[in-house]
T-cell receptor, first 111, second 114 residues
Framework: DQQVKQNSPSLSVQEGRISILNCDYT??????FLWYKKYPAEGPTFLISISSIKDKNEDGRFTVFLNKSAKHLSLHIVPSQPGDSAVYFCAASVAGNMLTFGGGTRLMVKP | ETGVTQTPRHLVMGMTNKKSLKCEQH?????MYWYKQSAKKPLELMFV???????ENNSVPSRFSPECPNSSHLFLHLHTLQPEDSALYLC?????????????FGSGTQLSVL
């Protein structure tokens, strides 16, 4: 059973608009959450993270929101740019141990 | 050269072949990992090495054999694979195994087993 799920395999957004990528988890022990971005023919690269003691973390155009009661996190990209087109993975860990990844969401930002 | 580099980038092999995947990290990290990414599935952790010692093996079939000769190099030896083993194999490293939140990935080896 997957502990981290990304239920939308793909998302298409117009350039300049907001992209919202969602992730749900089942393990209430997760205390650290991350988003990775992956371009074709490249490995995933770290994008942004959030600790369970926070509900929001912002880095430029990227903001991650954490709703612990709903076991849900989301990544907001504002404004979206064509270069943001990639596969986005959410991941979670317990006490700095091994990451558990979601299945990924392919974001396509149309010019 | 910096970061995590993997060779080869692509590999096609028959079920009776023996091949090896290579990973090298130039970040001074102490932990290295092999992940498998199959189509439409989450990244699956296969092996973890910390300071050249294997610390985790997530029930991976014995046809996959890792080797970590030093903290900068990691190999994945492959033999008698099955077509369902076709996937993207990603190597990653982190400063320390207990700081595994932030992983640095290589570009991966796209493996096709015929």
């Amino acid at each position: 059973d997957q502990q981290v799920k990304q239920n939308s395999p793909s998302l298409s957004v117009q350039e300049g608009r907001i992209s919202i990528l969602n992730c749900d988890y089942t393990n209430s022990m997760f205390d650290y959450f991350l988003w990775y971005k992956k371009y074709p023919a490249e490995g995933p690269t770290f994008l942004i993270s959030i600790s369970s003691i926070k509900d929001k973390n912002e880095d430029g155009r990227f903001t991650v929101f954490l709703n612990k009661s709903a076991k849900h996190l989301s990544l907001h990209i504002v404004p979206s740019q064509p270069g943001d087109s990639a596969v986005y993975f959410c991941a979670a860990s317990v006490a700095g141990n091994m990451l558990t990844f979601g299945g990924g969401t392919r974001l396509m930002v149309k010019p | 050269e910096t970061g995590v580099t993997q060779t080869p980038r692509h590999l096609v092999m028959g079920m009776t072949n023996k091949k090896s995947l290579k990973c090298e990290q130039h970040l001074g990290h102490n932990a290295m990992y092999w992940y498998k990414q199959s189509a439409k599935k989450p990244l699956e952790l296969m092996f973890v090495y910390s300071l050249e010692e294997r610390v985790e093996n997530n029930s991976v079939p014995s046809r996959f054999s890792p080797e970590c000769p030093n903290s900068s190099h990691l190999f994945l030896h492959l033999h008698t694979l099955q077509p369902e083993d076709s996937a993207l194999y990603l190597c990653a490293s982190s400063q320390d195994r207990r700081l595994s939140e932030k992983l640095f990935f290589g570009s991966g080896t796209q493996l096709s087993v015929l």
